[in-house]
């Protein structure tokens, strides 16, 4: 099982990004996968989630900005983020959860400059 992130990058404040987690080895519709990020001095936090069934919710600091889906076709969990803000730098990180093993993506960069 491997998951790839993608989609890091430097930003203006204000602009958006997409990200996306391609899963190899696994389909995405069999565990529950989620966004999280780690920004430098802190605590890994989760961004967003998405159930095996579709269903999502999202952290409340990135409600109404980020949407998180997935695309079954192409396997692969994307993460739109719009009206970035400089607190949104962190490395983002895709994960999945099954069989009671948890899988993680290499991780992206994610800058936003003021």
């Known amino acids: 099982v491997q998951l790839q992130a993608s989609g890091g990058g430097l930003v203006q404040a204000g602009g958006s990004l997409r990200l996306s987690c391609a899963a190899s080895g696994i389909s995405i519709t069999v565990g529950n996968m989620a966004w999280y990020r780690q920004a430098p001095g802190n605590d890994r936090e989760i961004v967003a989630y998405?159930?095996?069934?579709?269903?999502?919710d999202h952290a409340g600091s990135v409600k109404g900005r980020f949407t998180i889906s997935r695309d079954i076709a192409k396997n692969t969990m994307t993460l739109q983020m719009n009206s970035l803000k400089p607190e949104d730098t962190a490395v983002y990180f895709c994960?999945?959860?099954?069989?009671?093993?948890?899988?993680w993506g290499q991780g992206t960069l994610v800058t936003v400059s003021s």
């Open positions: 994960t999945m959860h099954y069989s009671r093993v948890d899988y």
């Open positions: 998405i159930t095996k069934d579709g269903d999502t």
